[in-house]
């Protein structure tokens, strides 16, 4: 797509390097003159780490992922690569082979690569760098006092290293810039030898095999997959005579690197013989690579990251409405309000009908709370809602019981209590909506019209037969106990109707009202209410 592979060069280089120092070359893996050893996975190997670790099953892991780091690992002590102890002998054929696997981060983004060396010293290579210099130098051009050789696996493209491409073979001296290269594969052991392309960062095992023959001074490298039998035609051969690079003795080892990716390098077996061809791996003997997921596609993965970042954010925010909605319309509903189901309004049913009790919709706004203008969707009507705070521990149940029960009143001059919604410290009244609004605008305000005598006549009357249906012939005395103009309101034919049952009480015909507190608006109150304590139908009048 638009992820144009990177050329990542990851040359595999096999430095080889002669440092003629000292004279001790110690063999391992059980051989006596410290000629050669052999390593079928590195459970019970001496090997020097620098970074890498040997898994439980005996892997040889040079980095483990982390980026910006090197891992080197390598024969504990130096060998002897000239005859002389002095260092002035012929440089001595040597001859290894290992098995490596590459854990690229993506399938179609080349890594790092990872080298095969000998170096004469421990601290040049403590002291190299990560990413595309492999951990064996830390300059572009070389030194040739470094004193190394090395044929390299290189899966980065590097146009400073004169690279051939991302997926390449390299034989260097002292600098990544190759003296030889080719492209990563093998020409097959069949008729006329094709060339298999392989992927070096592909996870899968592969076995390289490096010769130097001290004769001819040519160096060859061949690479297969693991298990393919050693193909008879290398793929690289270069004559170097190392005569002028190694001294005395080197240290021999792998080193890896990483850069930005996170790329693992693996080994899984390595044998080295000088003066003679290294000793057979058995295959069947090696540790085993971590899973092979597939490699991820560096494009899938950032469709992935997108796509889930997005789904995260979906559900986030799917998640803040659904909270703020059930914060918005939230109720307050009990078990025992289940019988005033019927009664009962939806807060958000209420929240609509009124535009969200907006400013607009303010009807009048009172000592018990304010009223607004709503329209209900179903059934389409016009209702005043009355929105109060109320402390709901305050013997709520006994209030609504009322309030639906003051509901069930029915009377031409009594405004309609069509039911309530309770939110938390919040009651909401709803109630027919009254056009003409209420009676203390028209005897108190210059704006309005002036109500004739007839027509005040007609409100009073009508007042009055409210009060005789609350207070004789309803079937339970209802004390209104608020009885003042501004709860009177006018419907469209300017008939006076009472309203406002907030302060209601409802008592048996039998018994007396009895209260503890005197509820009303002051200049409103009965005269006798403030000495007797109770209100009874009379306060009303
Ligand atoms: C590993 O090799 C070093 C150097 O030859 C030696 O000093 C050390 O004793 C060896 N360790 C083991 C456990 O063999
Ligand atoms: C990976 O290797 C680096 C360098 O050796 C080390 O610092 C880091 O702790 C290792 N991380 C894990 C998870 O092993
Ligand atoms: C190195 O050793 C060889 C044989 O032991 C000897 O012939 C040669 O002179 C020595 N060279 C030096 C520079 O010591
Ligand atoms: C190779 O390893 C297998 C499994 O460890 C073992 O059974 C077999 O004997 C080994 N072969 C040789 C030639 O050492």
Redesign the pocket.
Known sequence: MLLEPYHLVAPLLLILMAAGRCLAATGGGGTSDGRQFAYNGFTAANLTLE???VKSNGLLML????IQ?K?QAFHPSPLMFRAEANGTGAVRSFSTTFVFAIYGQYADLSSHGMAFFVSASRELLSTASPGQFLGLTDTDGGNPSDHIFAVELDTLFNAEFRDINSNHVGVDVDSLVSLGSADAGYYANDDIGSFQKLSLISRKAMQVWVDYDKRTTEITVTIAPLGVPRPYLTLLQTTIDLSGVMQSTAYVGFSSATGVLTTRHFVLAWSFALDSPAPALNISALPALPPLVSPKSKVLEIVLALASATLVSAIAIGFYVFVRRRLKYSEVHEDWEVPFGPNRFSYKDLFHATEGFSNNNLLDRGGFGSVYKGMLRKPAMEVAVKRMSHDSRQGVREFIAEVVSIGRLRHRNITQLLGYCRRKGELLLVYDYMKNGSLKKYLHSRNSPTLCWSQRYSIIKGVASSLLYLHEEWEQVVIHRDIKANNVLLDSKMNGRLGDFGLARIYDHENTAETTHVAGTMGYLAPELSRKGRPTPFSDV
């Open positions: 970074g890498a670790v980095t483990n992922g982390t780091t891992g």
